[in-house]
């Protein structure tokens, strides 16, 4: 059984740092051709993808966050990671983390049930 | 960066209606395209993998297809807990880039 839960800090400032962990089961990052998508959600808005990771290290980001995002993993922990620097009101929103990979049938088949992240002074 | 159209936004529809929203991708994105299903809430649901691929435990009311550019989710008949947005995803290049979504209403 495939599960994934993000976890964050909840309330932060501008300027912070948003620091983001998701916690998986069910499959490993250390498996070929398996990663880990971050995926966020404005209230009331579309979907925005910001990075993946794969099992081989090789990362990926949404180049509109230019440098701000890092994203990282622990394989052995079964947890992903994502930072966002320099936080703005702009990256309230809620974040969810997804399975990507293993095959067509199972990319992005599974997420999280998100963590909501608001940015206020 | 691949641009995907999504329309219509908004749309409302009866029970039992057929209804299609459609993706239009910028580029060539081959199959290379999910839907999700997201109710208020609660995280999106893949509906449709790879263009015209059923996802698993998805009434098979729900299809996929393409016509060139353009990549559509029909409902052939609407039920009251297809209420929903629905959005589209192209993972065929970087940045992966989603609809704009479409809100689906029951009349």
């Known amino acids: 059984q495939v599960t994934l839960k993000e976890s964050g800090p909840g309330i932060l400032q501008p300027s912070q740092t948003l620091s983001l962990t998701c916690t998986f089961s069910?499959?490993?990052?250390?498996?070929?051709?398996?990663?880990v998508g971050w995926i966020r959600q404005p209230s009331g808005k579309g979907l925005e993808w910001l990075a993946n990771?794969?099992?081989?290290?090789?990362?990926y980001y949404n180049p509109s966050l230019k440098n701000r995002l890092t994203i990282s993993k622990d394989t052995s922990n079964n947890q992903a990671f994502l930072k966002i620097t320099n936080v703005d009101t702009a990256d309230t929103a809620t974040y969810y983390c997804?399975?990507?990979?293993?095959?067509?049938?199972?990319?992005?088949?599974?997420w999280g049930q998100g963590v909501m992240v608001t940015v206020s002074s | 960066d691949i641009q995907m159209t999504q329309s219509p936004s908004s749309m409302s529809a009866s029970l039992g209606d057929r209804v299609t929203i459609t993706c239009q991708a910028s580029?060539?994105?081959?199959?290379?395209l999910i839907w999700f299903q997201q109710k208020p809430g609660k995280s999106p649901r893949r509906m449709i993998y790879?263009?015209?691929n059923l996802a698993n435990g998805v009434p098979s009311r729900f299809s996929g297809s393409r016509s060139g550019s353009d990549y559509s989710l029909t409902i052939i008949s609407l039920e009251s807990e297809d209420m929903a947005d629905y959005h589209c995803l192209q993972y065929k290049q970087y940045p992966l880039t989603f609809g704009s979504g479409t809100k689906l209403e029951i009349k």
């Open positions: 069910g499959f490993s990052l250390s498996t070929y051709g398996m990663g």
């Open positions: 997804a399975r990507i990979g293993g095959g067509i049938p199972t990319n992005f088949d599974y």
């Open positions: 990771i794969w099992w081989d290290d090789d990362k």
């Open positions: 580029q060539d994105i081959g199959n290379n």
């Open positions: 790879y263009a015209t």
